[in-house]
RNA sequence: GUGGUAGUAGCUCAGUUGGUUAGAGCGCCUGGUUGUGGCCCAGGAGGUCGAGGGUUCAAAUCCCUUCUUCCACCCCA
C-alpha cells in the first residue's frame, strides 16, 4: 500500500521493533549514568547559523544535505543534522566557557537530505554524548572507553575502533603544507571529487575510496611530523590512557571525519557486518565555535546510529527480545460474566497485571484463540454458573490444567503463583 | 545528487508468447453440535495488479511519464 507511505528516508517504528528501540535507549541511560552523565533535550531545529558557524561551512553535511526553511517570521531555521552543535549551544548558557564540565547525552531524530540506502535514511536516530569545558587526553578517552563500553552491554562483539589526531588548528598549516607539495604531482591521477578537495579540504583526500587516490595516499608522509610537539604529546597521552583502559584500537593515519570543528583526538567505530555504511559510531574532541560567542567551547564526544547499532545486533542475533503476552485472558460467556470481567479487568490491571479480555459476544472457541494468540500465561473462564457460584476458572496455558477457585481467592493464587 | 533494482491480497511471493470472474502459502474471520486454545479439516472475507497516460478487439503483462522501495556511489551515524 504505497499511499501510505511516509516520506522518503523515514520509517514508522511499530511496537515490537520499538520494545529493542526502549531497551537500547535503557542501556544507553544506564551505562552513561556510571559515568557522570545526564540527559539533556534540545529542540530538533536551531537557527541555521548554529550549524552552519559549527559544523563549518565548507562541510558535505551543511552544503547540501540540512533541511531548511524560513518559519512565519522569516528566521532561517535547521532540523537538526546531529546532536554537537546544538548541545554547545544549549551548554553557553552554563560556564563550560570557564572550565566547568558538563556531562551530557542526549538522544533523537536526525535530519539530513541525502539519498536513502542500507543503513542511511533521511531521518535517522543517534545516541550521542558530550563531555564538554575541559581539555585533558584522558577524558578522550575516557569518552571512548564509554563508548566501547555501552556496545559491549548491547552484545555487539567484533567492532573495531581506529582513531588518528587532527592537531590543533595550528597544526593544520604546517601539516596540509606537506599534504599540498606531496599531492600536487599527483593530482593529474587522482579523482575529481580529490581535485576540488585539493582545494577546498585538502584532509579529505585521505579518505577517499576511489583506488587511483588510495594508492596515491598510501604513499603519504608523515604529517604528524609537523604537528606541534604539544599535539604529539596529546595523542601520546590519550594512546597511554586507553591502555591504561584496557581499550584496543588501531591508529589509523588516514581516518579524517566530515565535520570541520575536529581537533585533537578523531575516532570511529565500524563493524564488518554492515554494508556500504560500516560506521556505528563516530566522534572526537572538538572545539566549536558559535556566533556571538567570545570563544570556541572545547569538548569530546561521539555519536552512534541508532538504526545501525539495531541492524549489528540483528546480524549477530544480539538483543532479541522474546514475545511477552498477557499475564492473564478473561474469558466470559454472557453478558453478565463478560461485565464482571471488566470490571475485574480494573482491579487487575491495578494490581500491575497485564490483562486482556474479550468484550465482544464471541463463541468459547474464539476467545480461546484469542487468549492463545496473545500468549497469555494464564486464563480466567467464567460463565453464568460460574458467576452464580462466584467461582472462577484458572487455566494454565502452557500445560493446560484448570482450577476452579473462589472469585475471592484469584489475587491471593495469582500471587502465589508468582503472577504478580 | 548520479547509477542500478523492484512495486500484484495484512505479510512473503507466483502469474507462462498480452486473452474470459488475478492465484498460492502464512495471517485473519466462521464453523467441525450443547462451555475449552495451540495441530488437523471445511468454508469465508480481503486486491481499482503503486499512480497517470498511451498502444490494442483485449494489458498485471507492451510503450511513455511520475511516485515509491531496496542497493551501490557519495557522505556519514
Redesign the pocket.
Do not use: H, W, Y
Given at each position: 500500500?504505497?499511499?501510505f507511505?511516509?516520506?522518503?528516508?523515514?520509517?514508522d517504528i511499530f511496537p515490537a521493533e520499538a520494545l529493542r528501540w526502549q531497551r537500547l535507549e535503557s542501556v544507553a541511560r544506564a551505562v552513561f549514568s556510571r559515568y557522570g552523565y545526564g540527559e539533556l533535550r534540545t529542540p530538533m531545529f536551531e537557527y541555521t547559523e548554529v550549524f552552519q558557524r559549527g559544523l563549518g561551512d565548507d562541510?558535505?553535511?551543511v552544503q547540501?544535505?540540512m533541511y531548511t526553511f524560513l518559519d512565519r517570521g522569516g528566521r532561517s531555521l535547521t532540523l537538526r543534522p546531529?546532536g554537537t552543535a546544538g548541545v554547545m549551544r544549549s551548554l553557553l548558557n552554563t560556564d563550560v566557557l570557564n572550565g566547568v564540565e558538563q556531562r551530557v547525552y542526549y538522544q533523537g531524530s536526525?535530519f539530513?537530505?541525502?539519498?536513502?540506502?542500507?543503513?542511511?535514511?533521511r531521518e535517522?536516530h543517534?545516541i550521542g554524548v558530550e563531555n564538554v569545558g575541559r581539555i585533558a587526553p584522558e577524558l578522550d578517552a575516557e569518552n571512548i572507553a564509554m563508548l566501547m563500553h555501552f556496545l559491549e552491554e548491547l552484545g555487539i562483539t567484533g567492532a573495531s575502533l581506529r582513531l588518528n589526531t587532527r592537531g590543533v588548528m595550528a597544526d593544520r598549516g604546517p601539516a596540509g603544507e606537506m599534504l599540498r607539495a606531496y599531492f600536487l604531482p599527483h593530482l593529474g591521477t587522482m579523482c575529481p571529487?580529490c581535485q576540488t578537495?585539493f582545494q577546498r579540504n585538502i584532509w579529505?583526500i585521505l579518505?577517499?575510496?576511489?583506488q587511483a587516490c588510495r594508492d596515491v595516499v598510501a604513499g603519504v608522509p608523515d604529517y604528524l611530523a609537523a604537528y606541534s610537539a604539544d599535539s604529539r604529546q596529546y595523542f601520546e597521552r590519550v594512546l597511554r590512557a586507553l591502555d591504561a583502559l584496557k581499550v584496543p584500537y588501531e591508529e589509523d593515519r588516514f581516518l579524517?571525519?566530515?565535520?570541520d570543528y575536529y581537533v585533537h583526538t578523531v575516532f570511529?567505530?565500524?563493524h564488518s557486518a554492515l554494508?556500504?555504511?560500516?560506521?556505528?559510531?563516530?566522534?572526537g574532541r572538538y572545539e566549536v565555535f558559535l556566533p556571538e560567542a567570545s570563544r570556541p567551547a572545547p569538548g569530546v564526544g561521539?555519536?552512534?546510529?541508532v538504526?545501525?547499532l539495531l541492524m549489528v545486533q540483528d546480524a549477530l542475533g544480539a538483543g532479541e527480545i522474546p514475545a511477552e503476552g498477557a499475564d492473564i485472558y478473561l474469558i466470559g460467556?454472557g453478558e453478565a460474566a463478560r461485565m464482571a470481567n471488566l470490571s475485574l479487568s480494573a482491579e487487575l490491571r491495578r494490581q500491575g497485571l497485564r490483562v486482556e479480555l474479550e468484550v465482544e459476544d464471541?463463541?468459547?472457541?474464539?476467545q480461546?484463540?484469542?487468549?492463545?494468540?496473545s500468549c497469555?500465561r494464564k486464563?480466567l473462564?467464567?460463565?453464568?454458573?460460574?458467576l452464580a457460584r462466584k467461582m472462577v476458572?484458572l487455566?494454565?496455558?502452557?500445560?493446560?490444567s484448570?482450577q476452579e477457585i473462589p472469585e475471592e481467592a484469584l489475587l491471593r493464587v495469582l500471587k502465589g503463583e508468582g503472577v504478580c
Open positions: 500500500m504505497a499511499n507511505s511516509p516520506p522518503p528516508g523515514t520509517a562541510t558535505e553535511v547540501k544535505e546531529e536526525m539530513r537530505g541525502e539519498r536513502p540506502a542500507a543503513g542511511r535514511r535517522f543517534q571529487d578537495r579529505r579518505d577517499c575510496k576511489q579524517v571525519r566530515g565535520l570511529e567505530v565500524t554494508g556500504g555504511q560500516s560506521a556505528v559510531a563516530g566522534g561521539f555519536a552512534a546510529g538504526e545501525r460467556l464471541k463463541s468459547f472457541k474464539a480461546m484463540r484469542g487468549a492463545n494468540r497469555a486464563t473462564i467464567r460463565g453464568e454458573d460460574e476458572v487455566k494454565e496455558m502452557s500445560d493446560g484448570q
